[in-house]
């Protein structure tokens, strides 16, 4: 009997978790303690050099070299500077994919490293610095670590391996298409087929060692918006002699405040509607004829994006008729909800757990901030997860946030992300 109990227990764990051998485990933390030297090198390298979307051309070059280097199949341009890596296990199986991340920012690093960024280049017209201030540079070197790690257990995987390093996550240049969504309508899951995908992103928000979590919903829906309110021009000094546009589009910016405030269910699912520019006007004494405003909404409910899109432009419409003006409400949409495949989830949890130490892995709640691995997601399960780079001595408050030009890594957290992305894909699998 209590041979069969055990029996049993084992039954269960199959069923709720994946799991490869201990033998293989072993082997796989052994390798990412061999490569975490050549890990930090690599993205020291990518952070002197940092490349803004769809321009990563050295470093999608340091990609390819560095994968052929290990015997994996490469494809290159790929939605413009994106790499696709195969790795064809030893045995057939399932088809499981990891993803990075390239592209830089622009913005001048303050970071007083040997290593710092002083690349400048020309964006929308402005020379502007380019530093790796959302840790990308990171991303490129944990999978390519991860990349080393596996090629040297592929006669033990029972399937392939897909490595996805993605150009433009930041959003491609005006006029271009780019990033995870032209990296799917290019094939980038197909050929073969991937079941599977995972990915990271290193953050200040928790500390070296930890990784943090959420099933379903983690990160939100990002739309933009435009709004152009056309008045009547007059002089400054006779207003009822025209219509004021700049007074109809302050109560505009207002009563958007009010849709994620007052008429959305907080309770459900956090909103968030933002004017993050206005213009209108030349002189101080002309009321001018027509006002802009650009802005984003943030969601992390379909229906409830689908609300927001249809209140913006009902209360900047209303309001500006209320006032004798007209309102044209222009929504582009952007990246999908960043959505954890609850049952994939469920059965990845315990590799974290294991990886990291139940201690050290936090399931969180869901913010406000976009991701486009979504576009990933929305045509397989995936898993997108934190990675802790603060330093241990530093607080949440104290740590420079991402996008900030005093953005730190701490590089002693690569080595975890080598191994929690090289068991992940091990143990998807080892199940299947």
């Given amino acids: 009997m209590p041979r069969l109990f055990a029996l049993l227990a084992l039954l269960e764990v199959s069923m709720t978790a994946f799991a490869a051998t201990p033998a293989l485990d072993a082997r796989i933390d052994d390798a990412a303690k061999r490569v975490e030297s050549s890990v930090i090198a690599c993205r020291r390298d990518i952070h002197e050099h940092p490349e803004l979307g769809n321009r990563e051309v050295r470093t999608s070059k340091l990609v390819a070299d560095k994968l052929r280097a290990l015997g994996i199949d490469v494809q290159t341009g790929v939605a413009h500077t994106g790499v696709v890596g195969i ?30 960024s002083k690349v400048r280049t020309t964006y929308n017209g402005q020379d502007v610095g380019v530093m790796h ?10 999978l390519l670590g991860v990349a080393e790690v596996l090629a040297g257990v592929k006669n033990e995987l029972p399937g392939t391996v897909k490595f996805l390093f993605q150009p433009a996550e930041e959003g491609a240049p005006a006029g271009e298409e780019g990033g995870a969504e032209l990296m799917v309508k290019e094939g980038a899951l197909q050929n073969p087929k991937v079941d599977a995908v995972y990915g990271l992103h290193v953050t200040s928000r928790y500390p070296v060692g930890e990784i943090a979590y959420r099933p379903e919903g983690m990160m939100a829906a990002v739309d933009s918006f435009k709004i152009v309110v056309h008045g009547k021009q007059t002089h400054g000094a006779y207003p009822w002699l025209g219509v004021d546009p700049i007074v109809i589009a302050s109560q505009i910016v207002l009563g958007l405040q009010t849709i994620p405030s007052r008429q959305m269910d907080s309770t459900l699912a956090p909103s968030v509607v933002t004017v993050g520019a206005i213009h209108g006007g030349v ?16 969601s ?133």
């Fill in 283 to 298: 002189r101080n004494n002309i009321i001018p004829d027509s006002v802009e405003m650009i802005g984003t909404i943030r």
């Fill in 300 to 432: 992390l409910d379909a229906k409830m994006r689908e609300e927001l899109h249809a209140r913006i432009k009902r209360t900047a419409e209303s309001i500006a008729a209320s006032g004798g003006a007209t309102a044209d409400v222009s929504i582009e949409t952007g990246y999908p909800i960043t959505y954890n495949d609850p049952a994939l989830t469920e059965k990845s949890a315990p590799t974290l757990r294991r990886v990291a130490g139940n201690a050290n892995v936090q399931v969180v709640n869901a913010t406000l901030g976009a991701e486009d691995f979504s576009f990933f997601q929305k045509n397989v399960p995936g898993l997108f997860f934190w990675l802790g780079t603060r330093p241990k001595n530093q607080t949440a408050e104290q740590a420079a946030s991402n996008h900030s030009p005093l953005f730190y890594v701490d590089e002693s957290g690569l080595e975890l992300g080598v191994r929690a992305l090289s068991h992940l894909a091990v143990d998807y699998l080892s199940a299947h």
């Fill in 87 to 116: 790795l064809h296990g030893g045995r057939p199986g399932r088809v499981v994919a990891l993803r990075a991340d390239m592209d830089a920012l622009p913005v001048v690093e303050q970071v007083d490293l040997p290593f710092a």
């Fill in 133 to 142: 201030a959302c840790g990308h540079d990171a991303h490129v070197a944990i």
